[in-house]
């Protein structure tokens, strides 16, 4: 079929709008503050053999995961079996899932009775059970520790819900309004996208409309293997740290990874990073690709399409037993340190070979906290806040303060939707003074930010990173600062985290958190003295 260039561009945009609108449905239906304000959730579409079609503009975690997790649907229920009106969920990591918080909905897209497409969507949910409150427990030694573990499973059956699985994910979480709340915002947003799928095929014809879905990825294909032509071939190595995994506080955790770049092929080979991990940061082969993925977009061209053609010459080696391959039952929650880690790892491998499109290191954390108990009228809360720190310099600026970088992409949570939603008092948020790496460019600052419990008590479950492996600088420029978090208990007394822990809090509790600066770039004596000047006059810097 001969397809009008023209018809095919504006096919794309469209494509991309759909995604767009499921994303804000799935954001503004939700109940939870970890999602409607720190934007935690994907909208995704995907053709009938399951390649991603059109992403929105959302987790990259997320995005790649719903890949594994859309062919473990297809295994479980044959697509010749599904109806129009049905709808699948999971979150089973060694199925294709990423950790239990993170359910997948999928809902097939029916055309004068043809599939031909998928409309999907992930959530973090506030709570699966587990440990601890927000199911993200740092001390977690399996993943039966983790919280409620759902397989492949039919929640609607032709537009019907699903009841007795809806009582089995109420009885096993700790706030089940909010997380069906969310749960069915995933659903309306899965409907918008299949509805606009079906008007796209109603305008363009059935067939014309598989046959723009076909060519948009083999065009994102043939643009990112010319952008990898461009690239020097080779092999390029890097390796990087965790601060630890959670239960071995004192022992650092590898992530070491040779990339190949060659005609037609991006290969990564993670050989050299450290085995399964007793504690919660192994990262399942779902989990892994996430942030291969993030990479490989990262040094090609902003300008394709995001679709499943971009990734069809990705290759993988992954020991088995290693935490980017763990074995059932290893735990499993605390994966988005590794696949951080992860892109940083394989972006820094790459430096060597583009040192002018890889700027120093990032934070290269997203402090996970988790706070949950009961408020004093005796209602149940969990609220979960993600905080990031400062990007790296590059060659031609500064880097950003307090932004998310690689392979998330969430928002930090707002002081008034946190003191709405929990006992909590929200005391400071500010720029960490000094955090950012010295160079030429300046490393993006981290974040200071101070909460006071008000009830009687709760549990906090505290992940964090670059404790005590600061980001790097390049070309010269100074790493930036690391990251620091002290408990203030109510008579003074403080207690230092290292990187991660679970607790509890009592009334008065306060917990204090900086997180760590990007690398600078160039040598820090170039950097022009007036820009040192209103660096001090903004507070970024001291005098």
């Known amino acids: 079929m001969s397809l009008d260039p023209i018809t095919l561009e504006v096919s794309r945009h469209k494509l991309d709008g759909i995604a767009d609108e499921m994303q804000q449905t799935l954001l503004r239906a939700s109940f939870s503050p970890i999602v409607k304000e720190g934007l935690d959730a994907s909208a995704a579409l995907f053709t009938a053999e399951g390649e991603t079609l059109a992403q929105a503009c959302a987790i990259p975690i997320h995005l790649a995961t719903l890949v594994p997790v859309l062919q473990a649907m297809k295994r479980y229920f044959p697509p010749e079996k599904m109806r129009d009106g049905d709808a699948y969920l999971m979150n089973e990591p060694y199925l294709g899932g990423t950790h239990l918080p993170d359910i997948a909905l999928v809902m097939p897209v029916f055309h004068h009775g043809r599939l031909i497409a998928y409309s999907a969507a992930m959530t973090h949910h506030q709570d699966m059970g587990g440990l601890s409150p927000g199911s993200v427990p740092t001390n977690a030694t399996e993943i039966f520790q983790e919280g409620l573990r759902l397989p492949p499973l039919k929640y609607l059956d032709a537009g019907v819900e699903n009841e007795t699985l809806v009582a089995i994910l109420r009885q096993n979480v700790r706030i089940p309004d909010t997380v069906m709340g969310d749960l069915r915002a995933q659903l309306s947003c899965c409907l918008v996208g299949a509805r606009r799928v079906r008007e796209v095929a109603d305008g363009l014809g059935q067939n014309q409309a598989l046959a723009i879905f076909d060519e948009l990825l083999q065009r994102s294909e043939r643009q990112t293997l010319a952008a990898l032509d461009d690239l020097p071939a080779g092999t390029y190595r890097h390796a990087d740290h965790l601060d630890n995994d959670g239960i071995d506080l004192e022992t650092p955790v590898r992530i070491e990874v040779a990339v190949t770049v060659a005609p037609g092929r991006f290969h990564c080979d993670f050989t050299g990073s450290s085995p399964q991990t007793r504690g919660p940061f192994n990262a399942v082969r779902s989990s892994v690709l996430a942030g291969v993925y993030f990479a490989l977009r990262a040094i090609t061209d902003p300008g394709i399409m995001n679709n499943g053609g971009c990734y069809r010459m990705v290759t993988l080696e992954l020991p ?163 990251a620091e978090s002290v408990l203030i208990r109510a008579d003074g007394t403080r207690e230092s985290i290292p990187s991660k822990r679970v607790t509890r809090m009592n009334r008065g509790d306060r917990i204090l958190i900086g997180t760590a600066g990007g690398g600078g770039w160039g040598p820090p004596a170039s950097r022009d003295a007036t820009r040192v000047a209103e660096d001090i006059a903004d507070g970024k810097v001291s005098a």
């Open 320 to 482: 088995e037993g290693s935490i980017v391959n763990p074995r059932a039952p290893g735990p499993v929650n605390a994966r988005t340190a590794t696949i951080k880690r992860i892109a940083g790892t394989i972006l820094g491998a790459l430096r060597a070979a583009i040192p002018d499109r890889v700027p120093a290191d990032p934070a290269g954390e997203l402090l996970a906290l988790a706070f949950g108990g009961m408020d004093d009228a005796g209602r149940p809360y969990v609220t979960g806040e993600l905080v990031t720190g400062g990007s790296g310099a590059s060659m031609l600026l500064d880097g950003v303060d307090v932004i998310e970088t690689d392979a998330t992409n969430c928002m930090n949570l707002p002081a008034e939707a946190m003191e709405m939603e929990t006992p909590f008092r929200v005391h400071r948020v500010a720029l960490r003074e000094g955090s950012g790496g010295a160079g030429l460019h300046r490393g993006g600052l981290g974040l200071v930010k101070e909460y006071e419990l008000l009830a009687a008590e709760c549990v906090l479950t505290h992940r964090g990173e670059r404790h005590y492996f600061a980001p790097q600088g390049t070309a010269g420029g100074a790493p930036g600062a690391m």
